[in-house]
Nanobody, 115 residues
Framework: QVQLVESGGGLVQPGGSLRLSCAAS????????MGWYRQAAGNQRELVATITSYGTTNYADSVKGRFTISRDNAKNTVYLQMSSLKPEDTAVYYC?????????WGRGTQVTVSS
């Protein structure tokens, strides 16, 4: 079993920055592809960013140039650095990990961008 715990969410003003963290624990035997999803209230969950086992990253067009996904393999942790935040970035952000064809999800952390 793999457990994912997100942290770092909160309230931030438009144009501000925030860094989310996701720590993986449990049956961690190698470097796995990981990513971030988000879901705004009443909306569908959407993919925000991914990072492969080799460190290759991919971003949704809506966050490209503003968000950066990274990982610290020694800590089994993935990060999402969010800059130039907009009100439309407001959502619950979820961390994911892919292992042996299965996707594991964290419980999410709330990010609210508002004045």
């Amino acid at each position: 079993q793999v457990q994912l715990v997100e942290s770092g969410g909160g309230l931030v003003q438009p144009g501000g920055s925030l860094r989310l963290s996701c720590a993986a624990s449990g049956s961690i035997f190698s470097i796995y592809p990981m990513g971030w999803y988000r879901q705004a209230a009443g909306n569908q969950r959407e993919l925000v960013a991914t990072i492969t086992s080799y460190g290759t990253t991919n971003y949704a067009d809506s966050v490209k140039g503003r968000f950066t996904i990274s990982r610290d393999n020694a800590k089994n942790t993935v990060y999402l650095q969010m800059s130039s935040l907009k009100p439309e970035d407001t959502a619950v952000y979820y961390c994911t990990l892919n292992s042996r064809g299965s996707t594991y999800w964290g419980r999410g952390t709330q990010v609210t961008v508002s004045s």
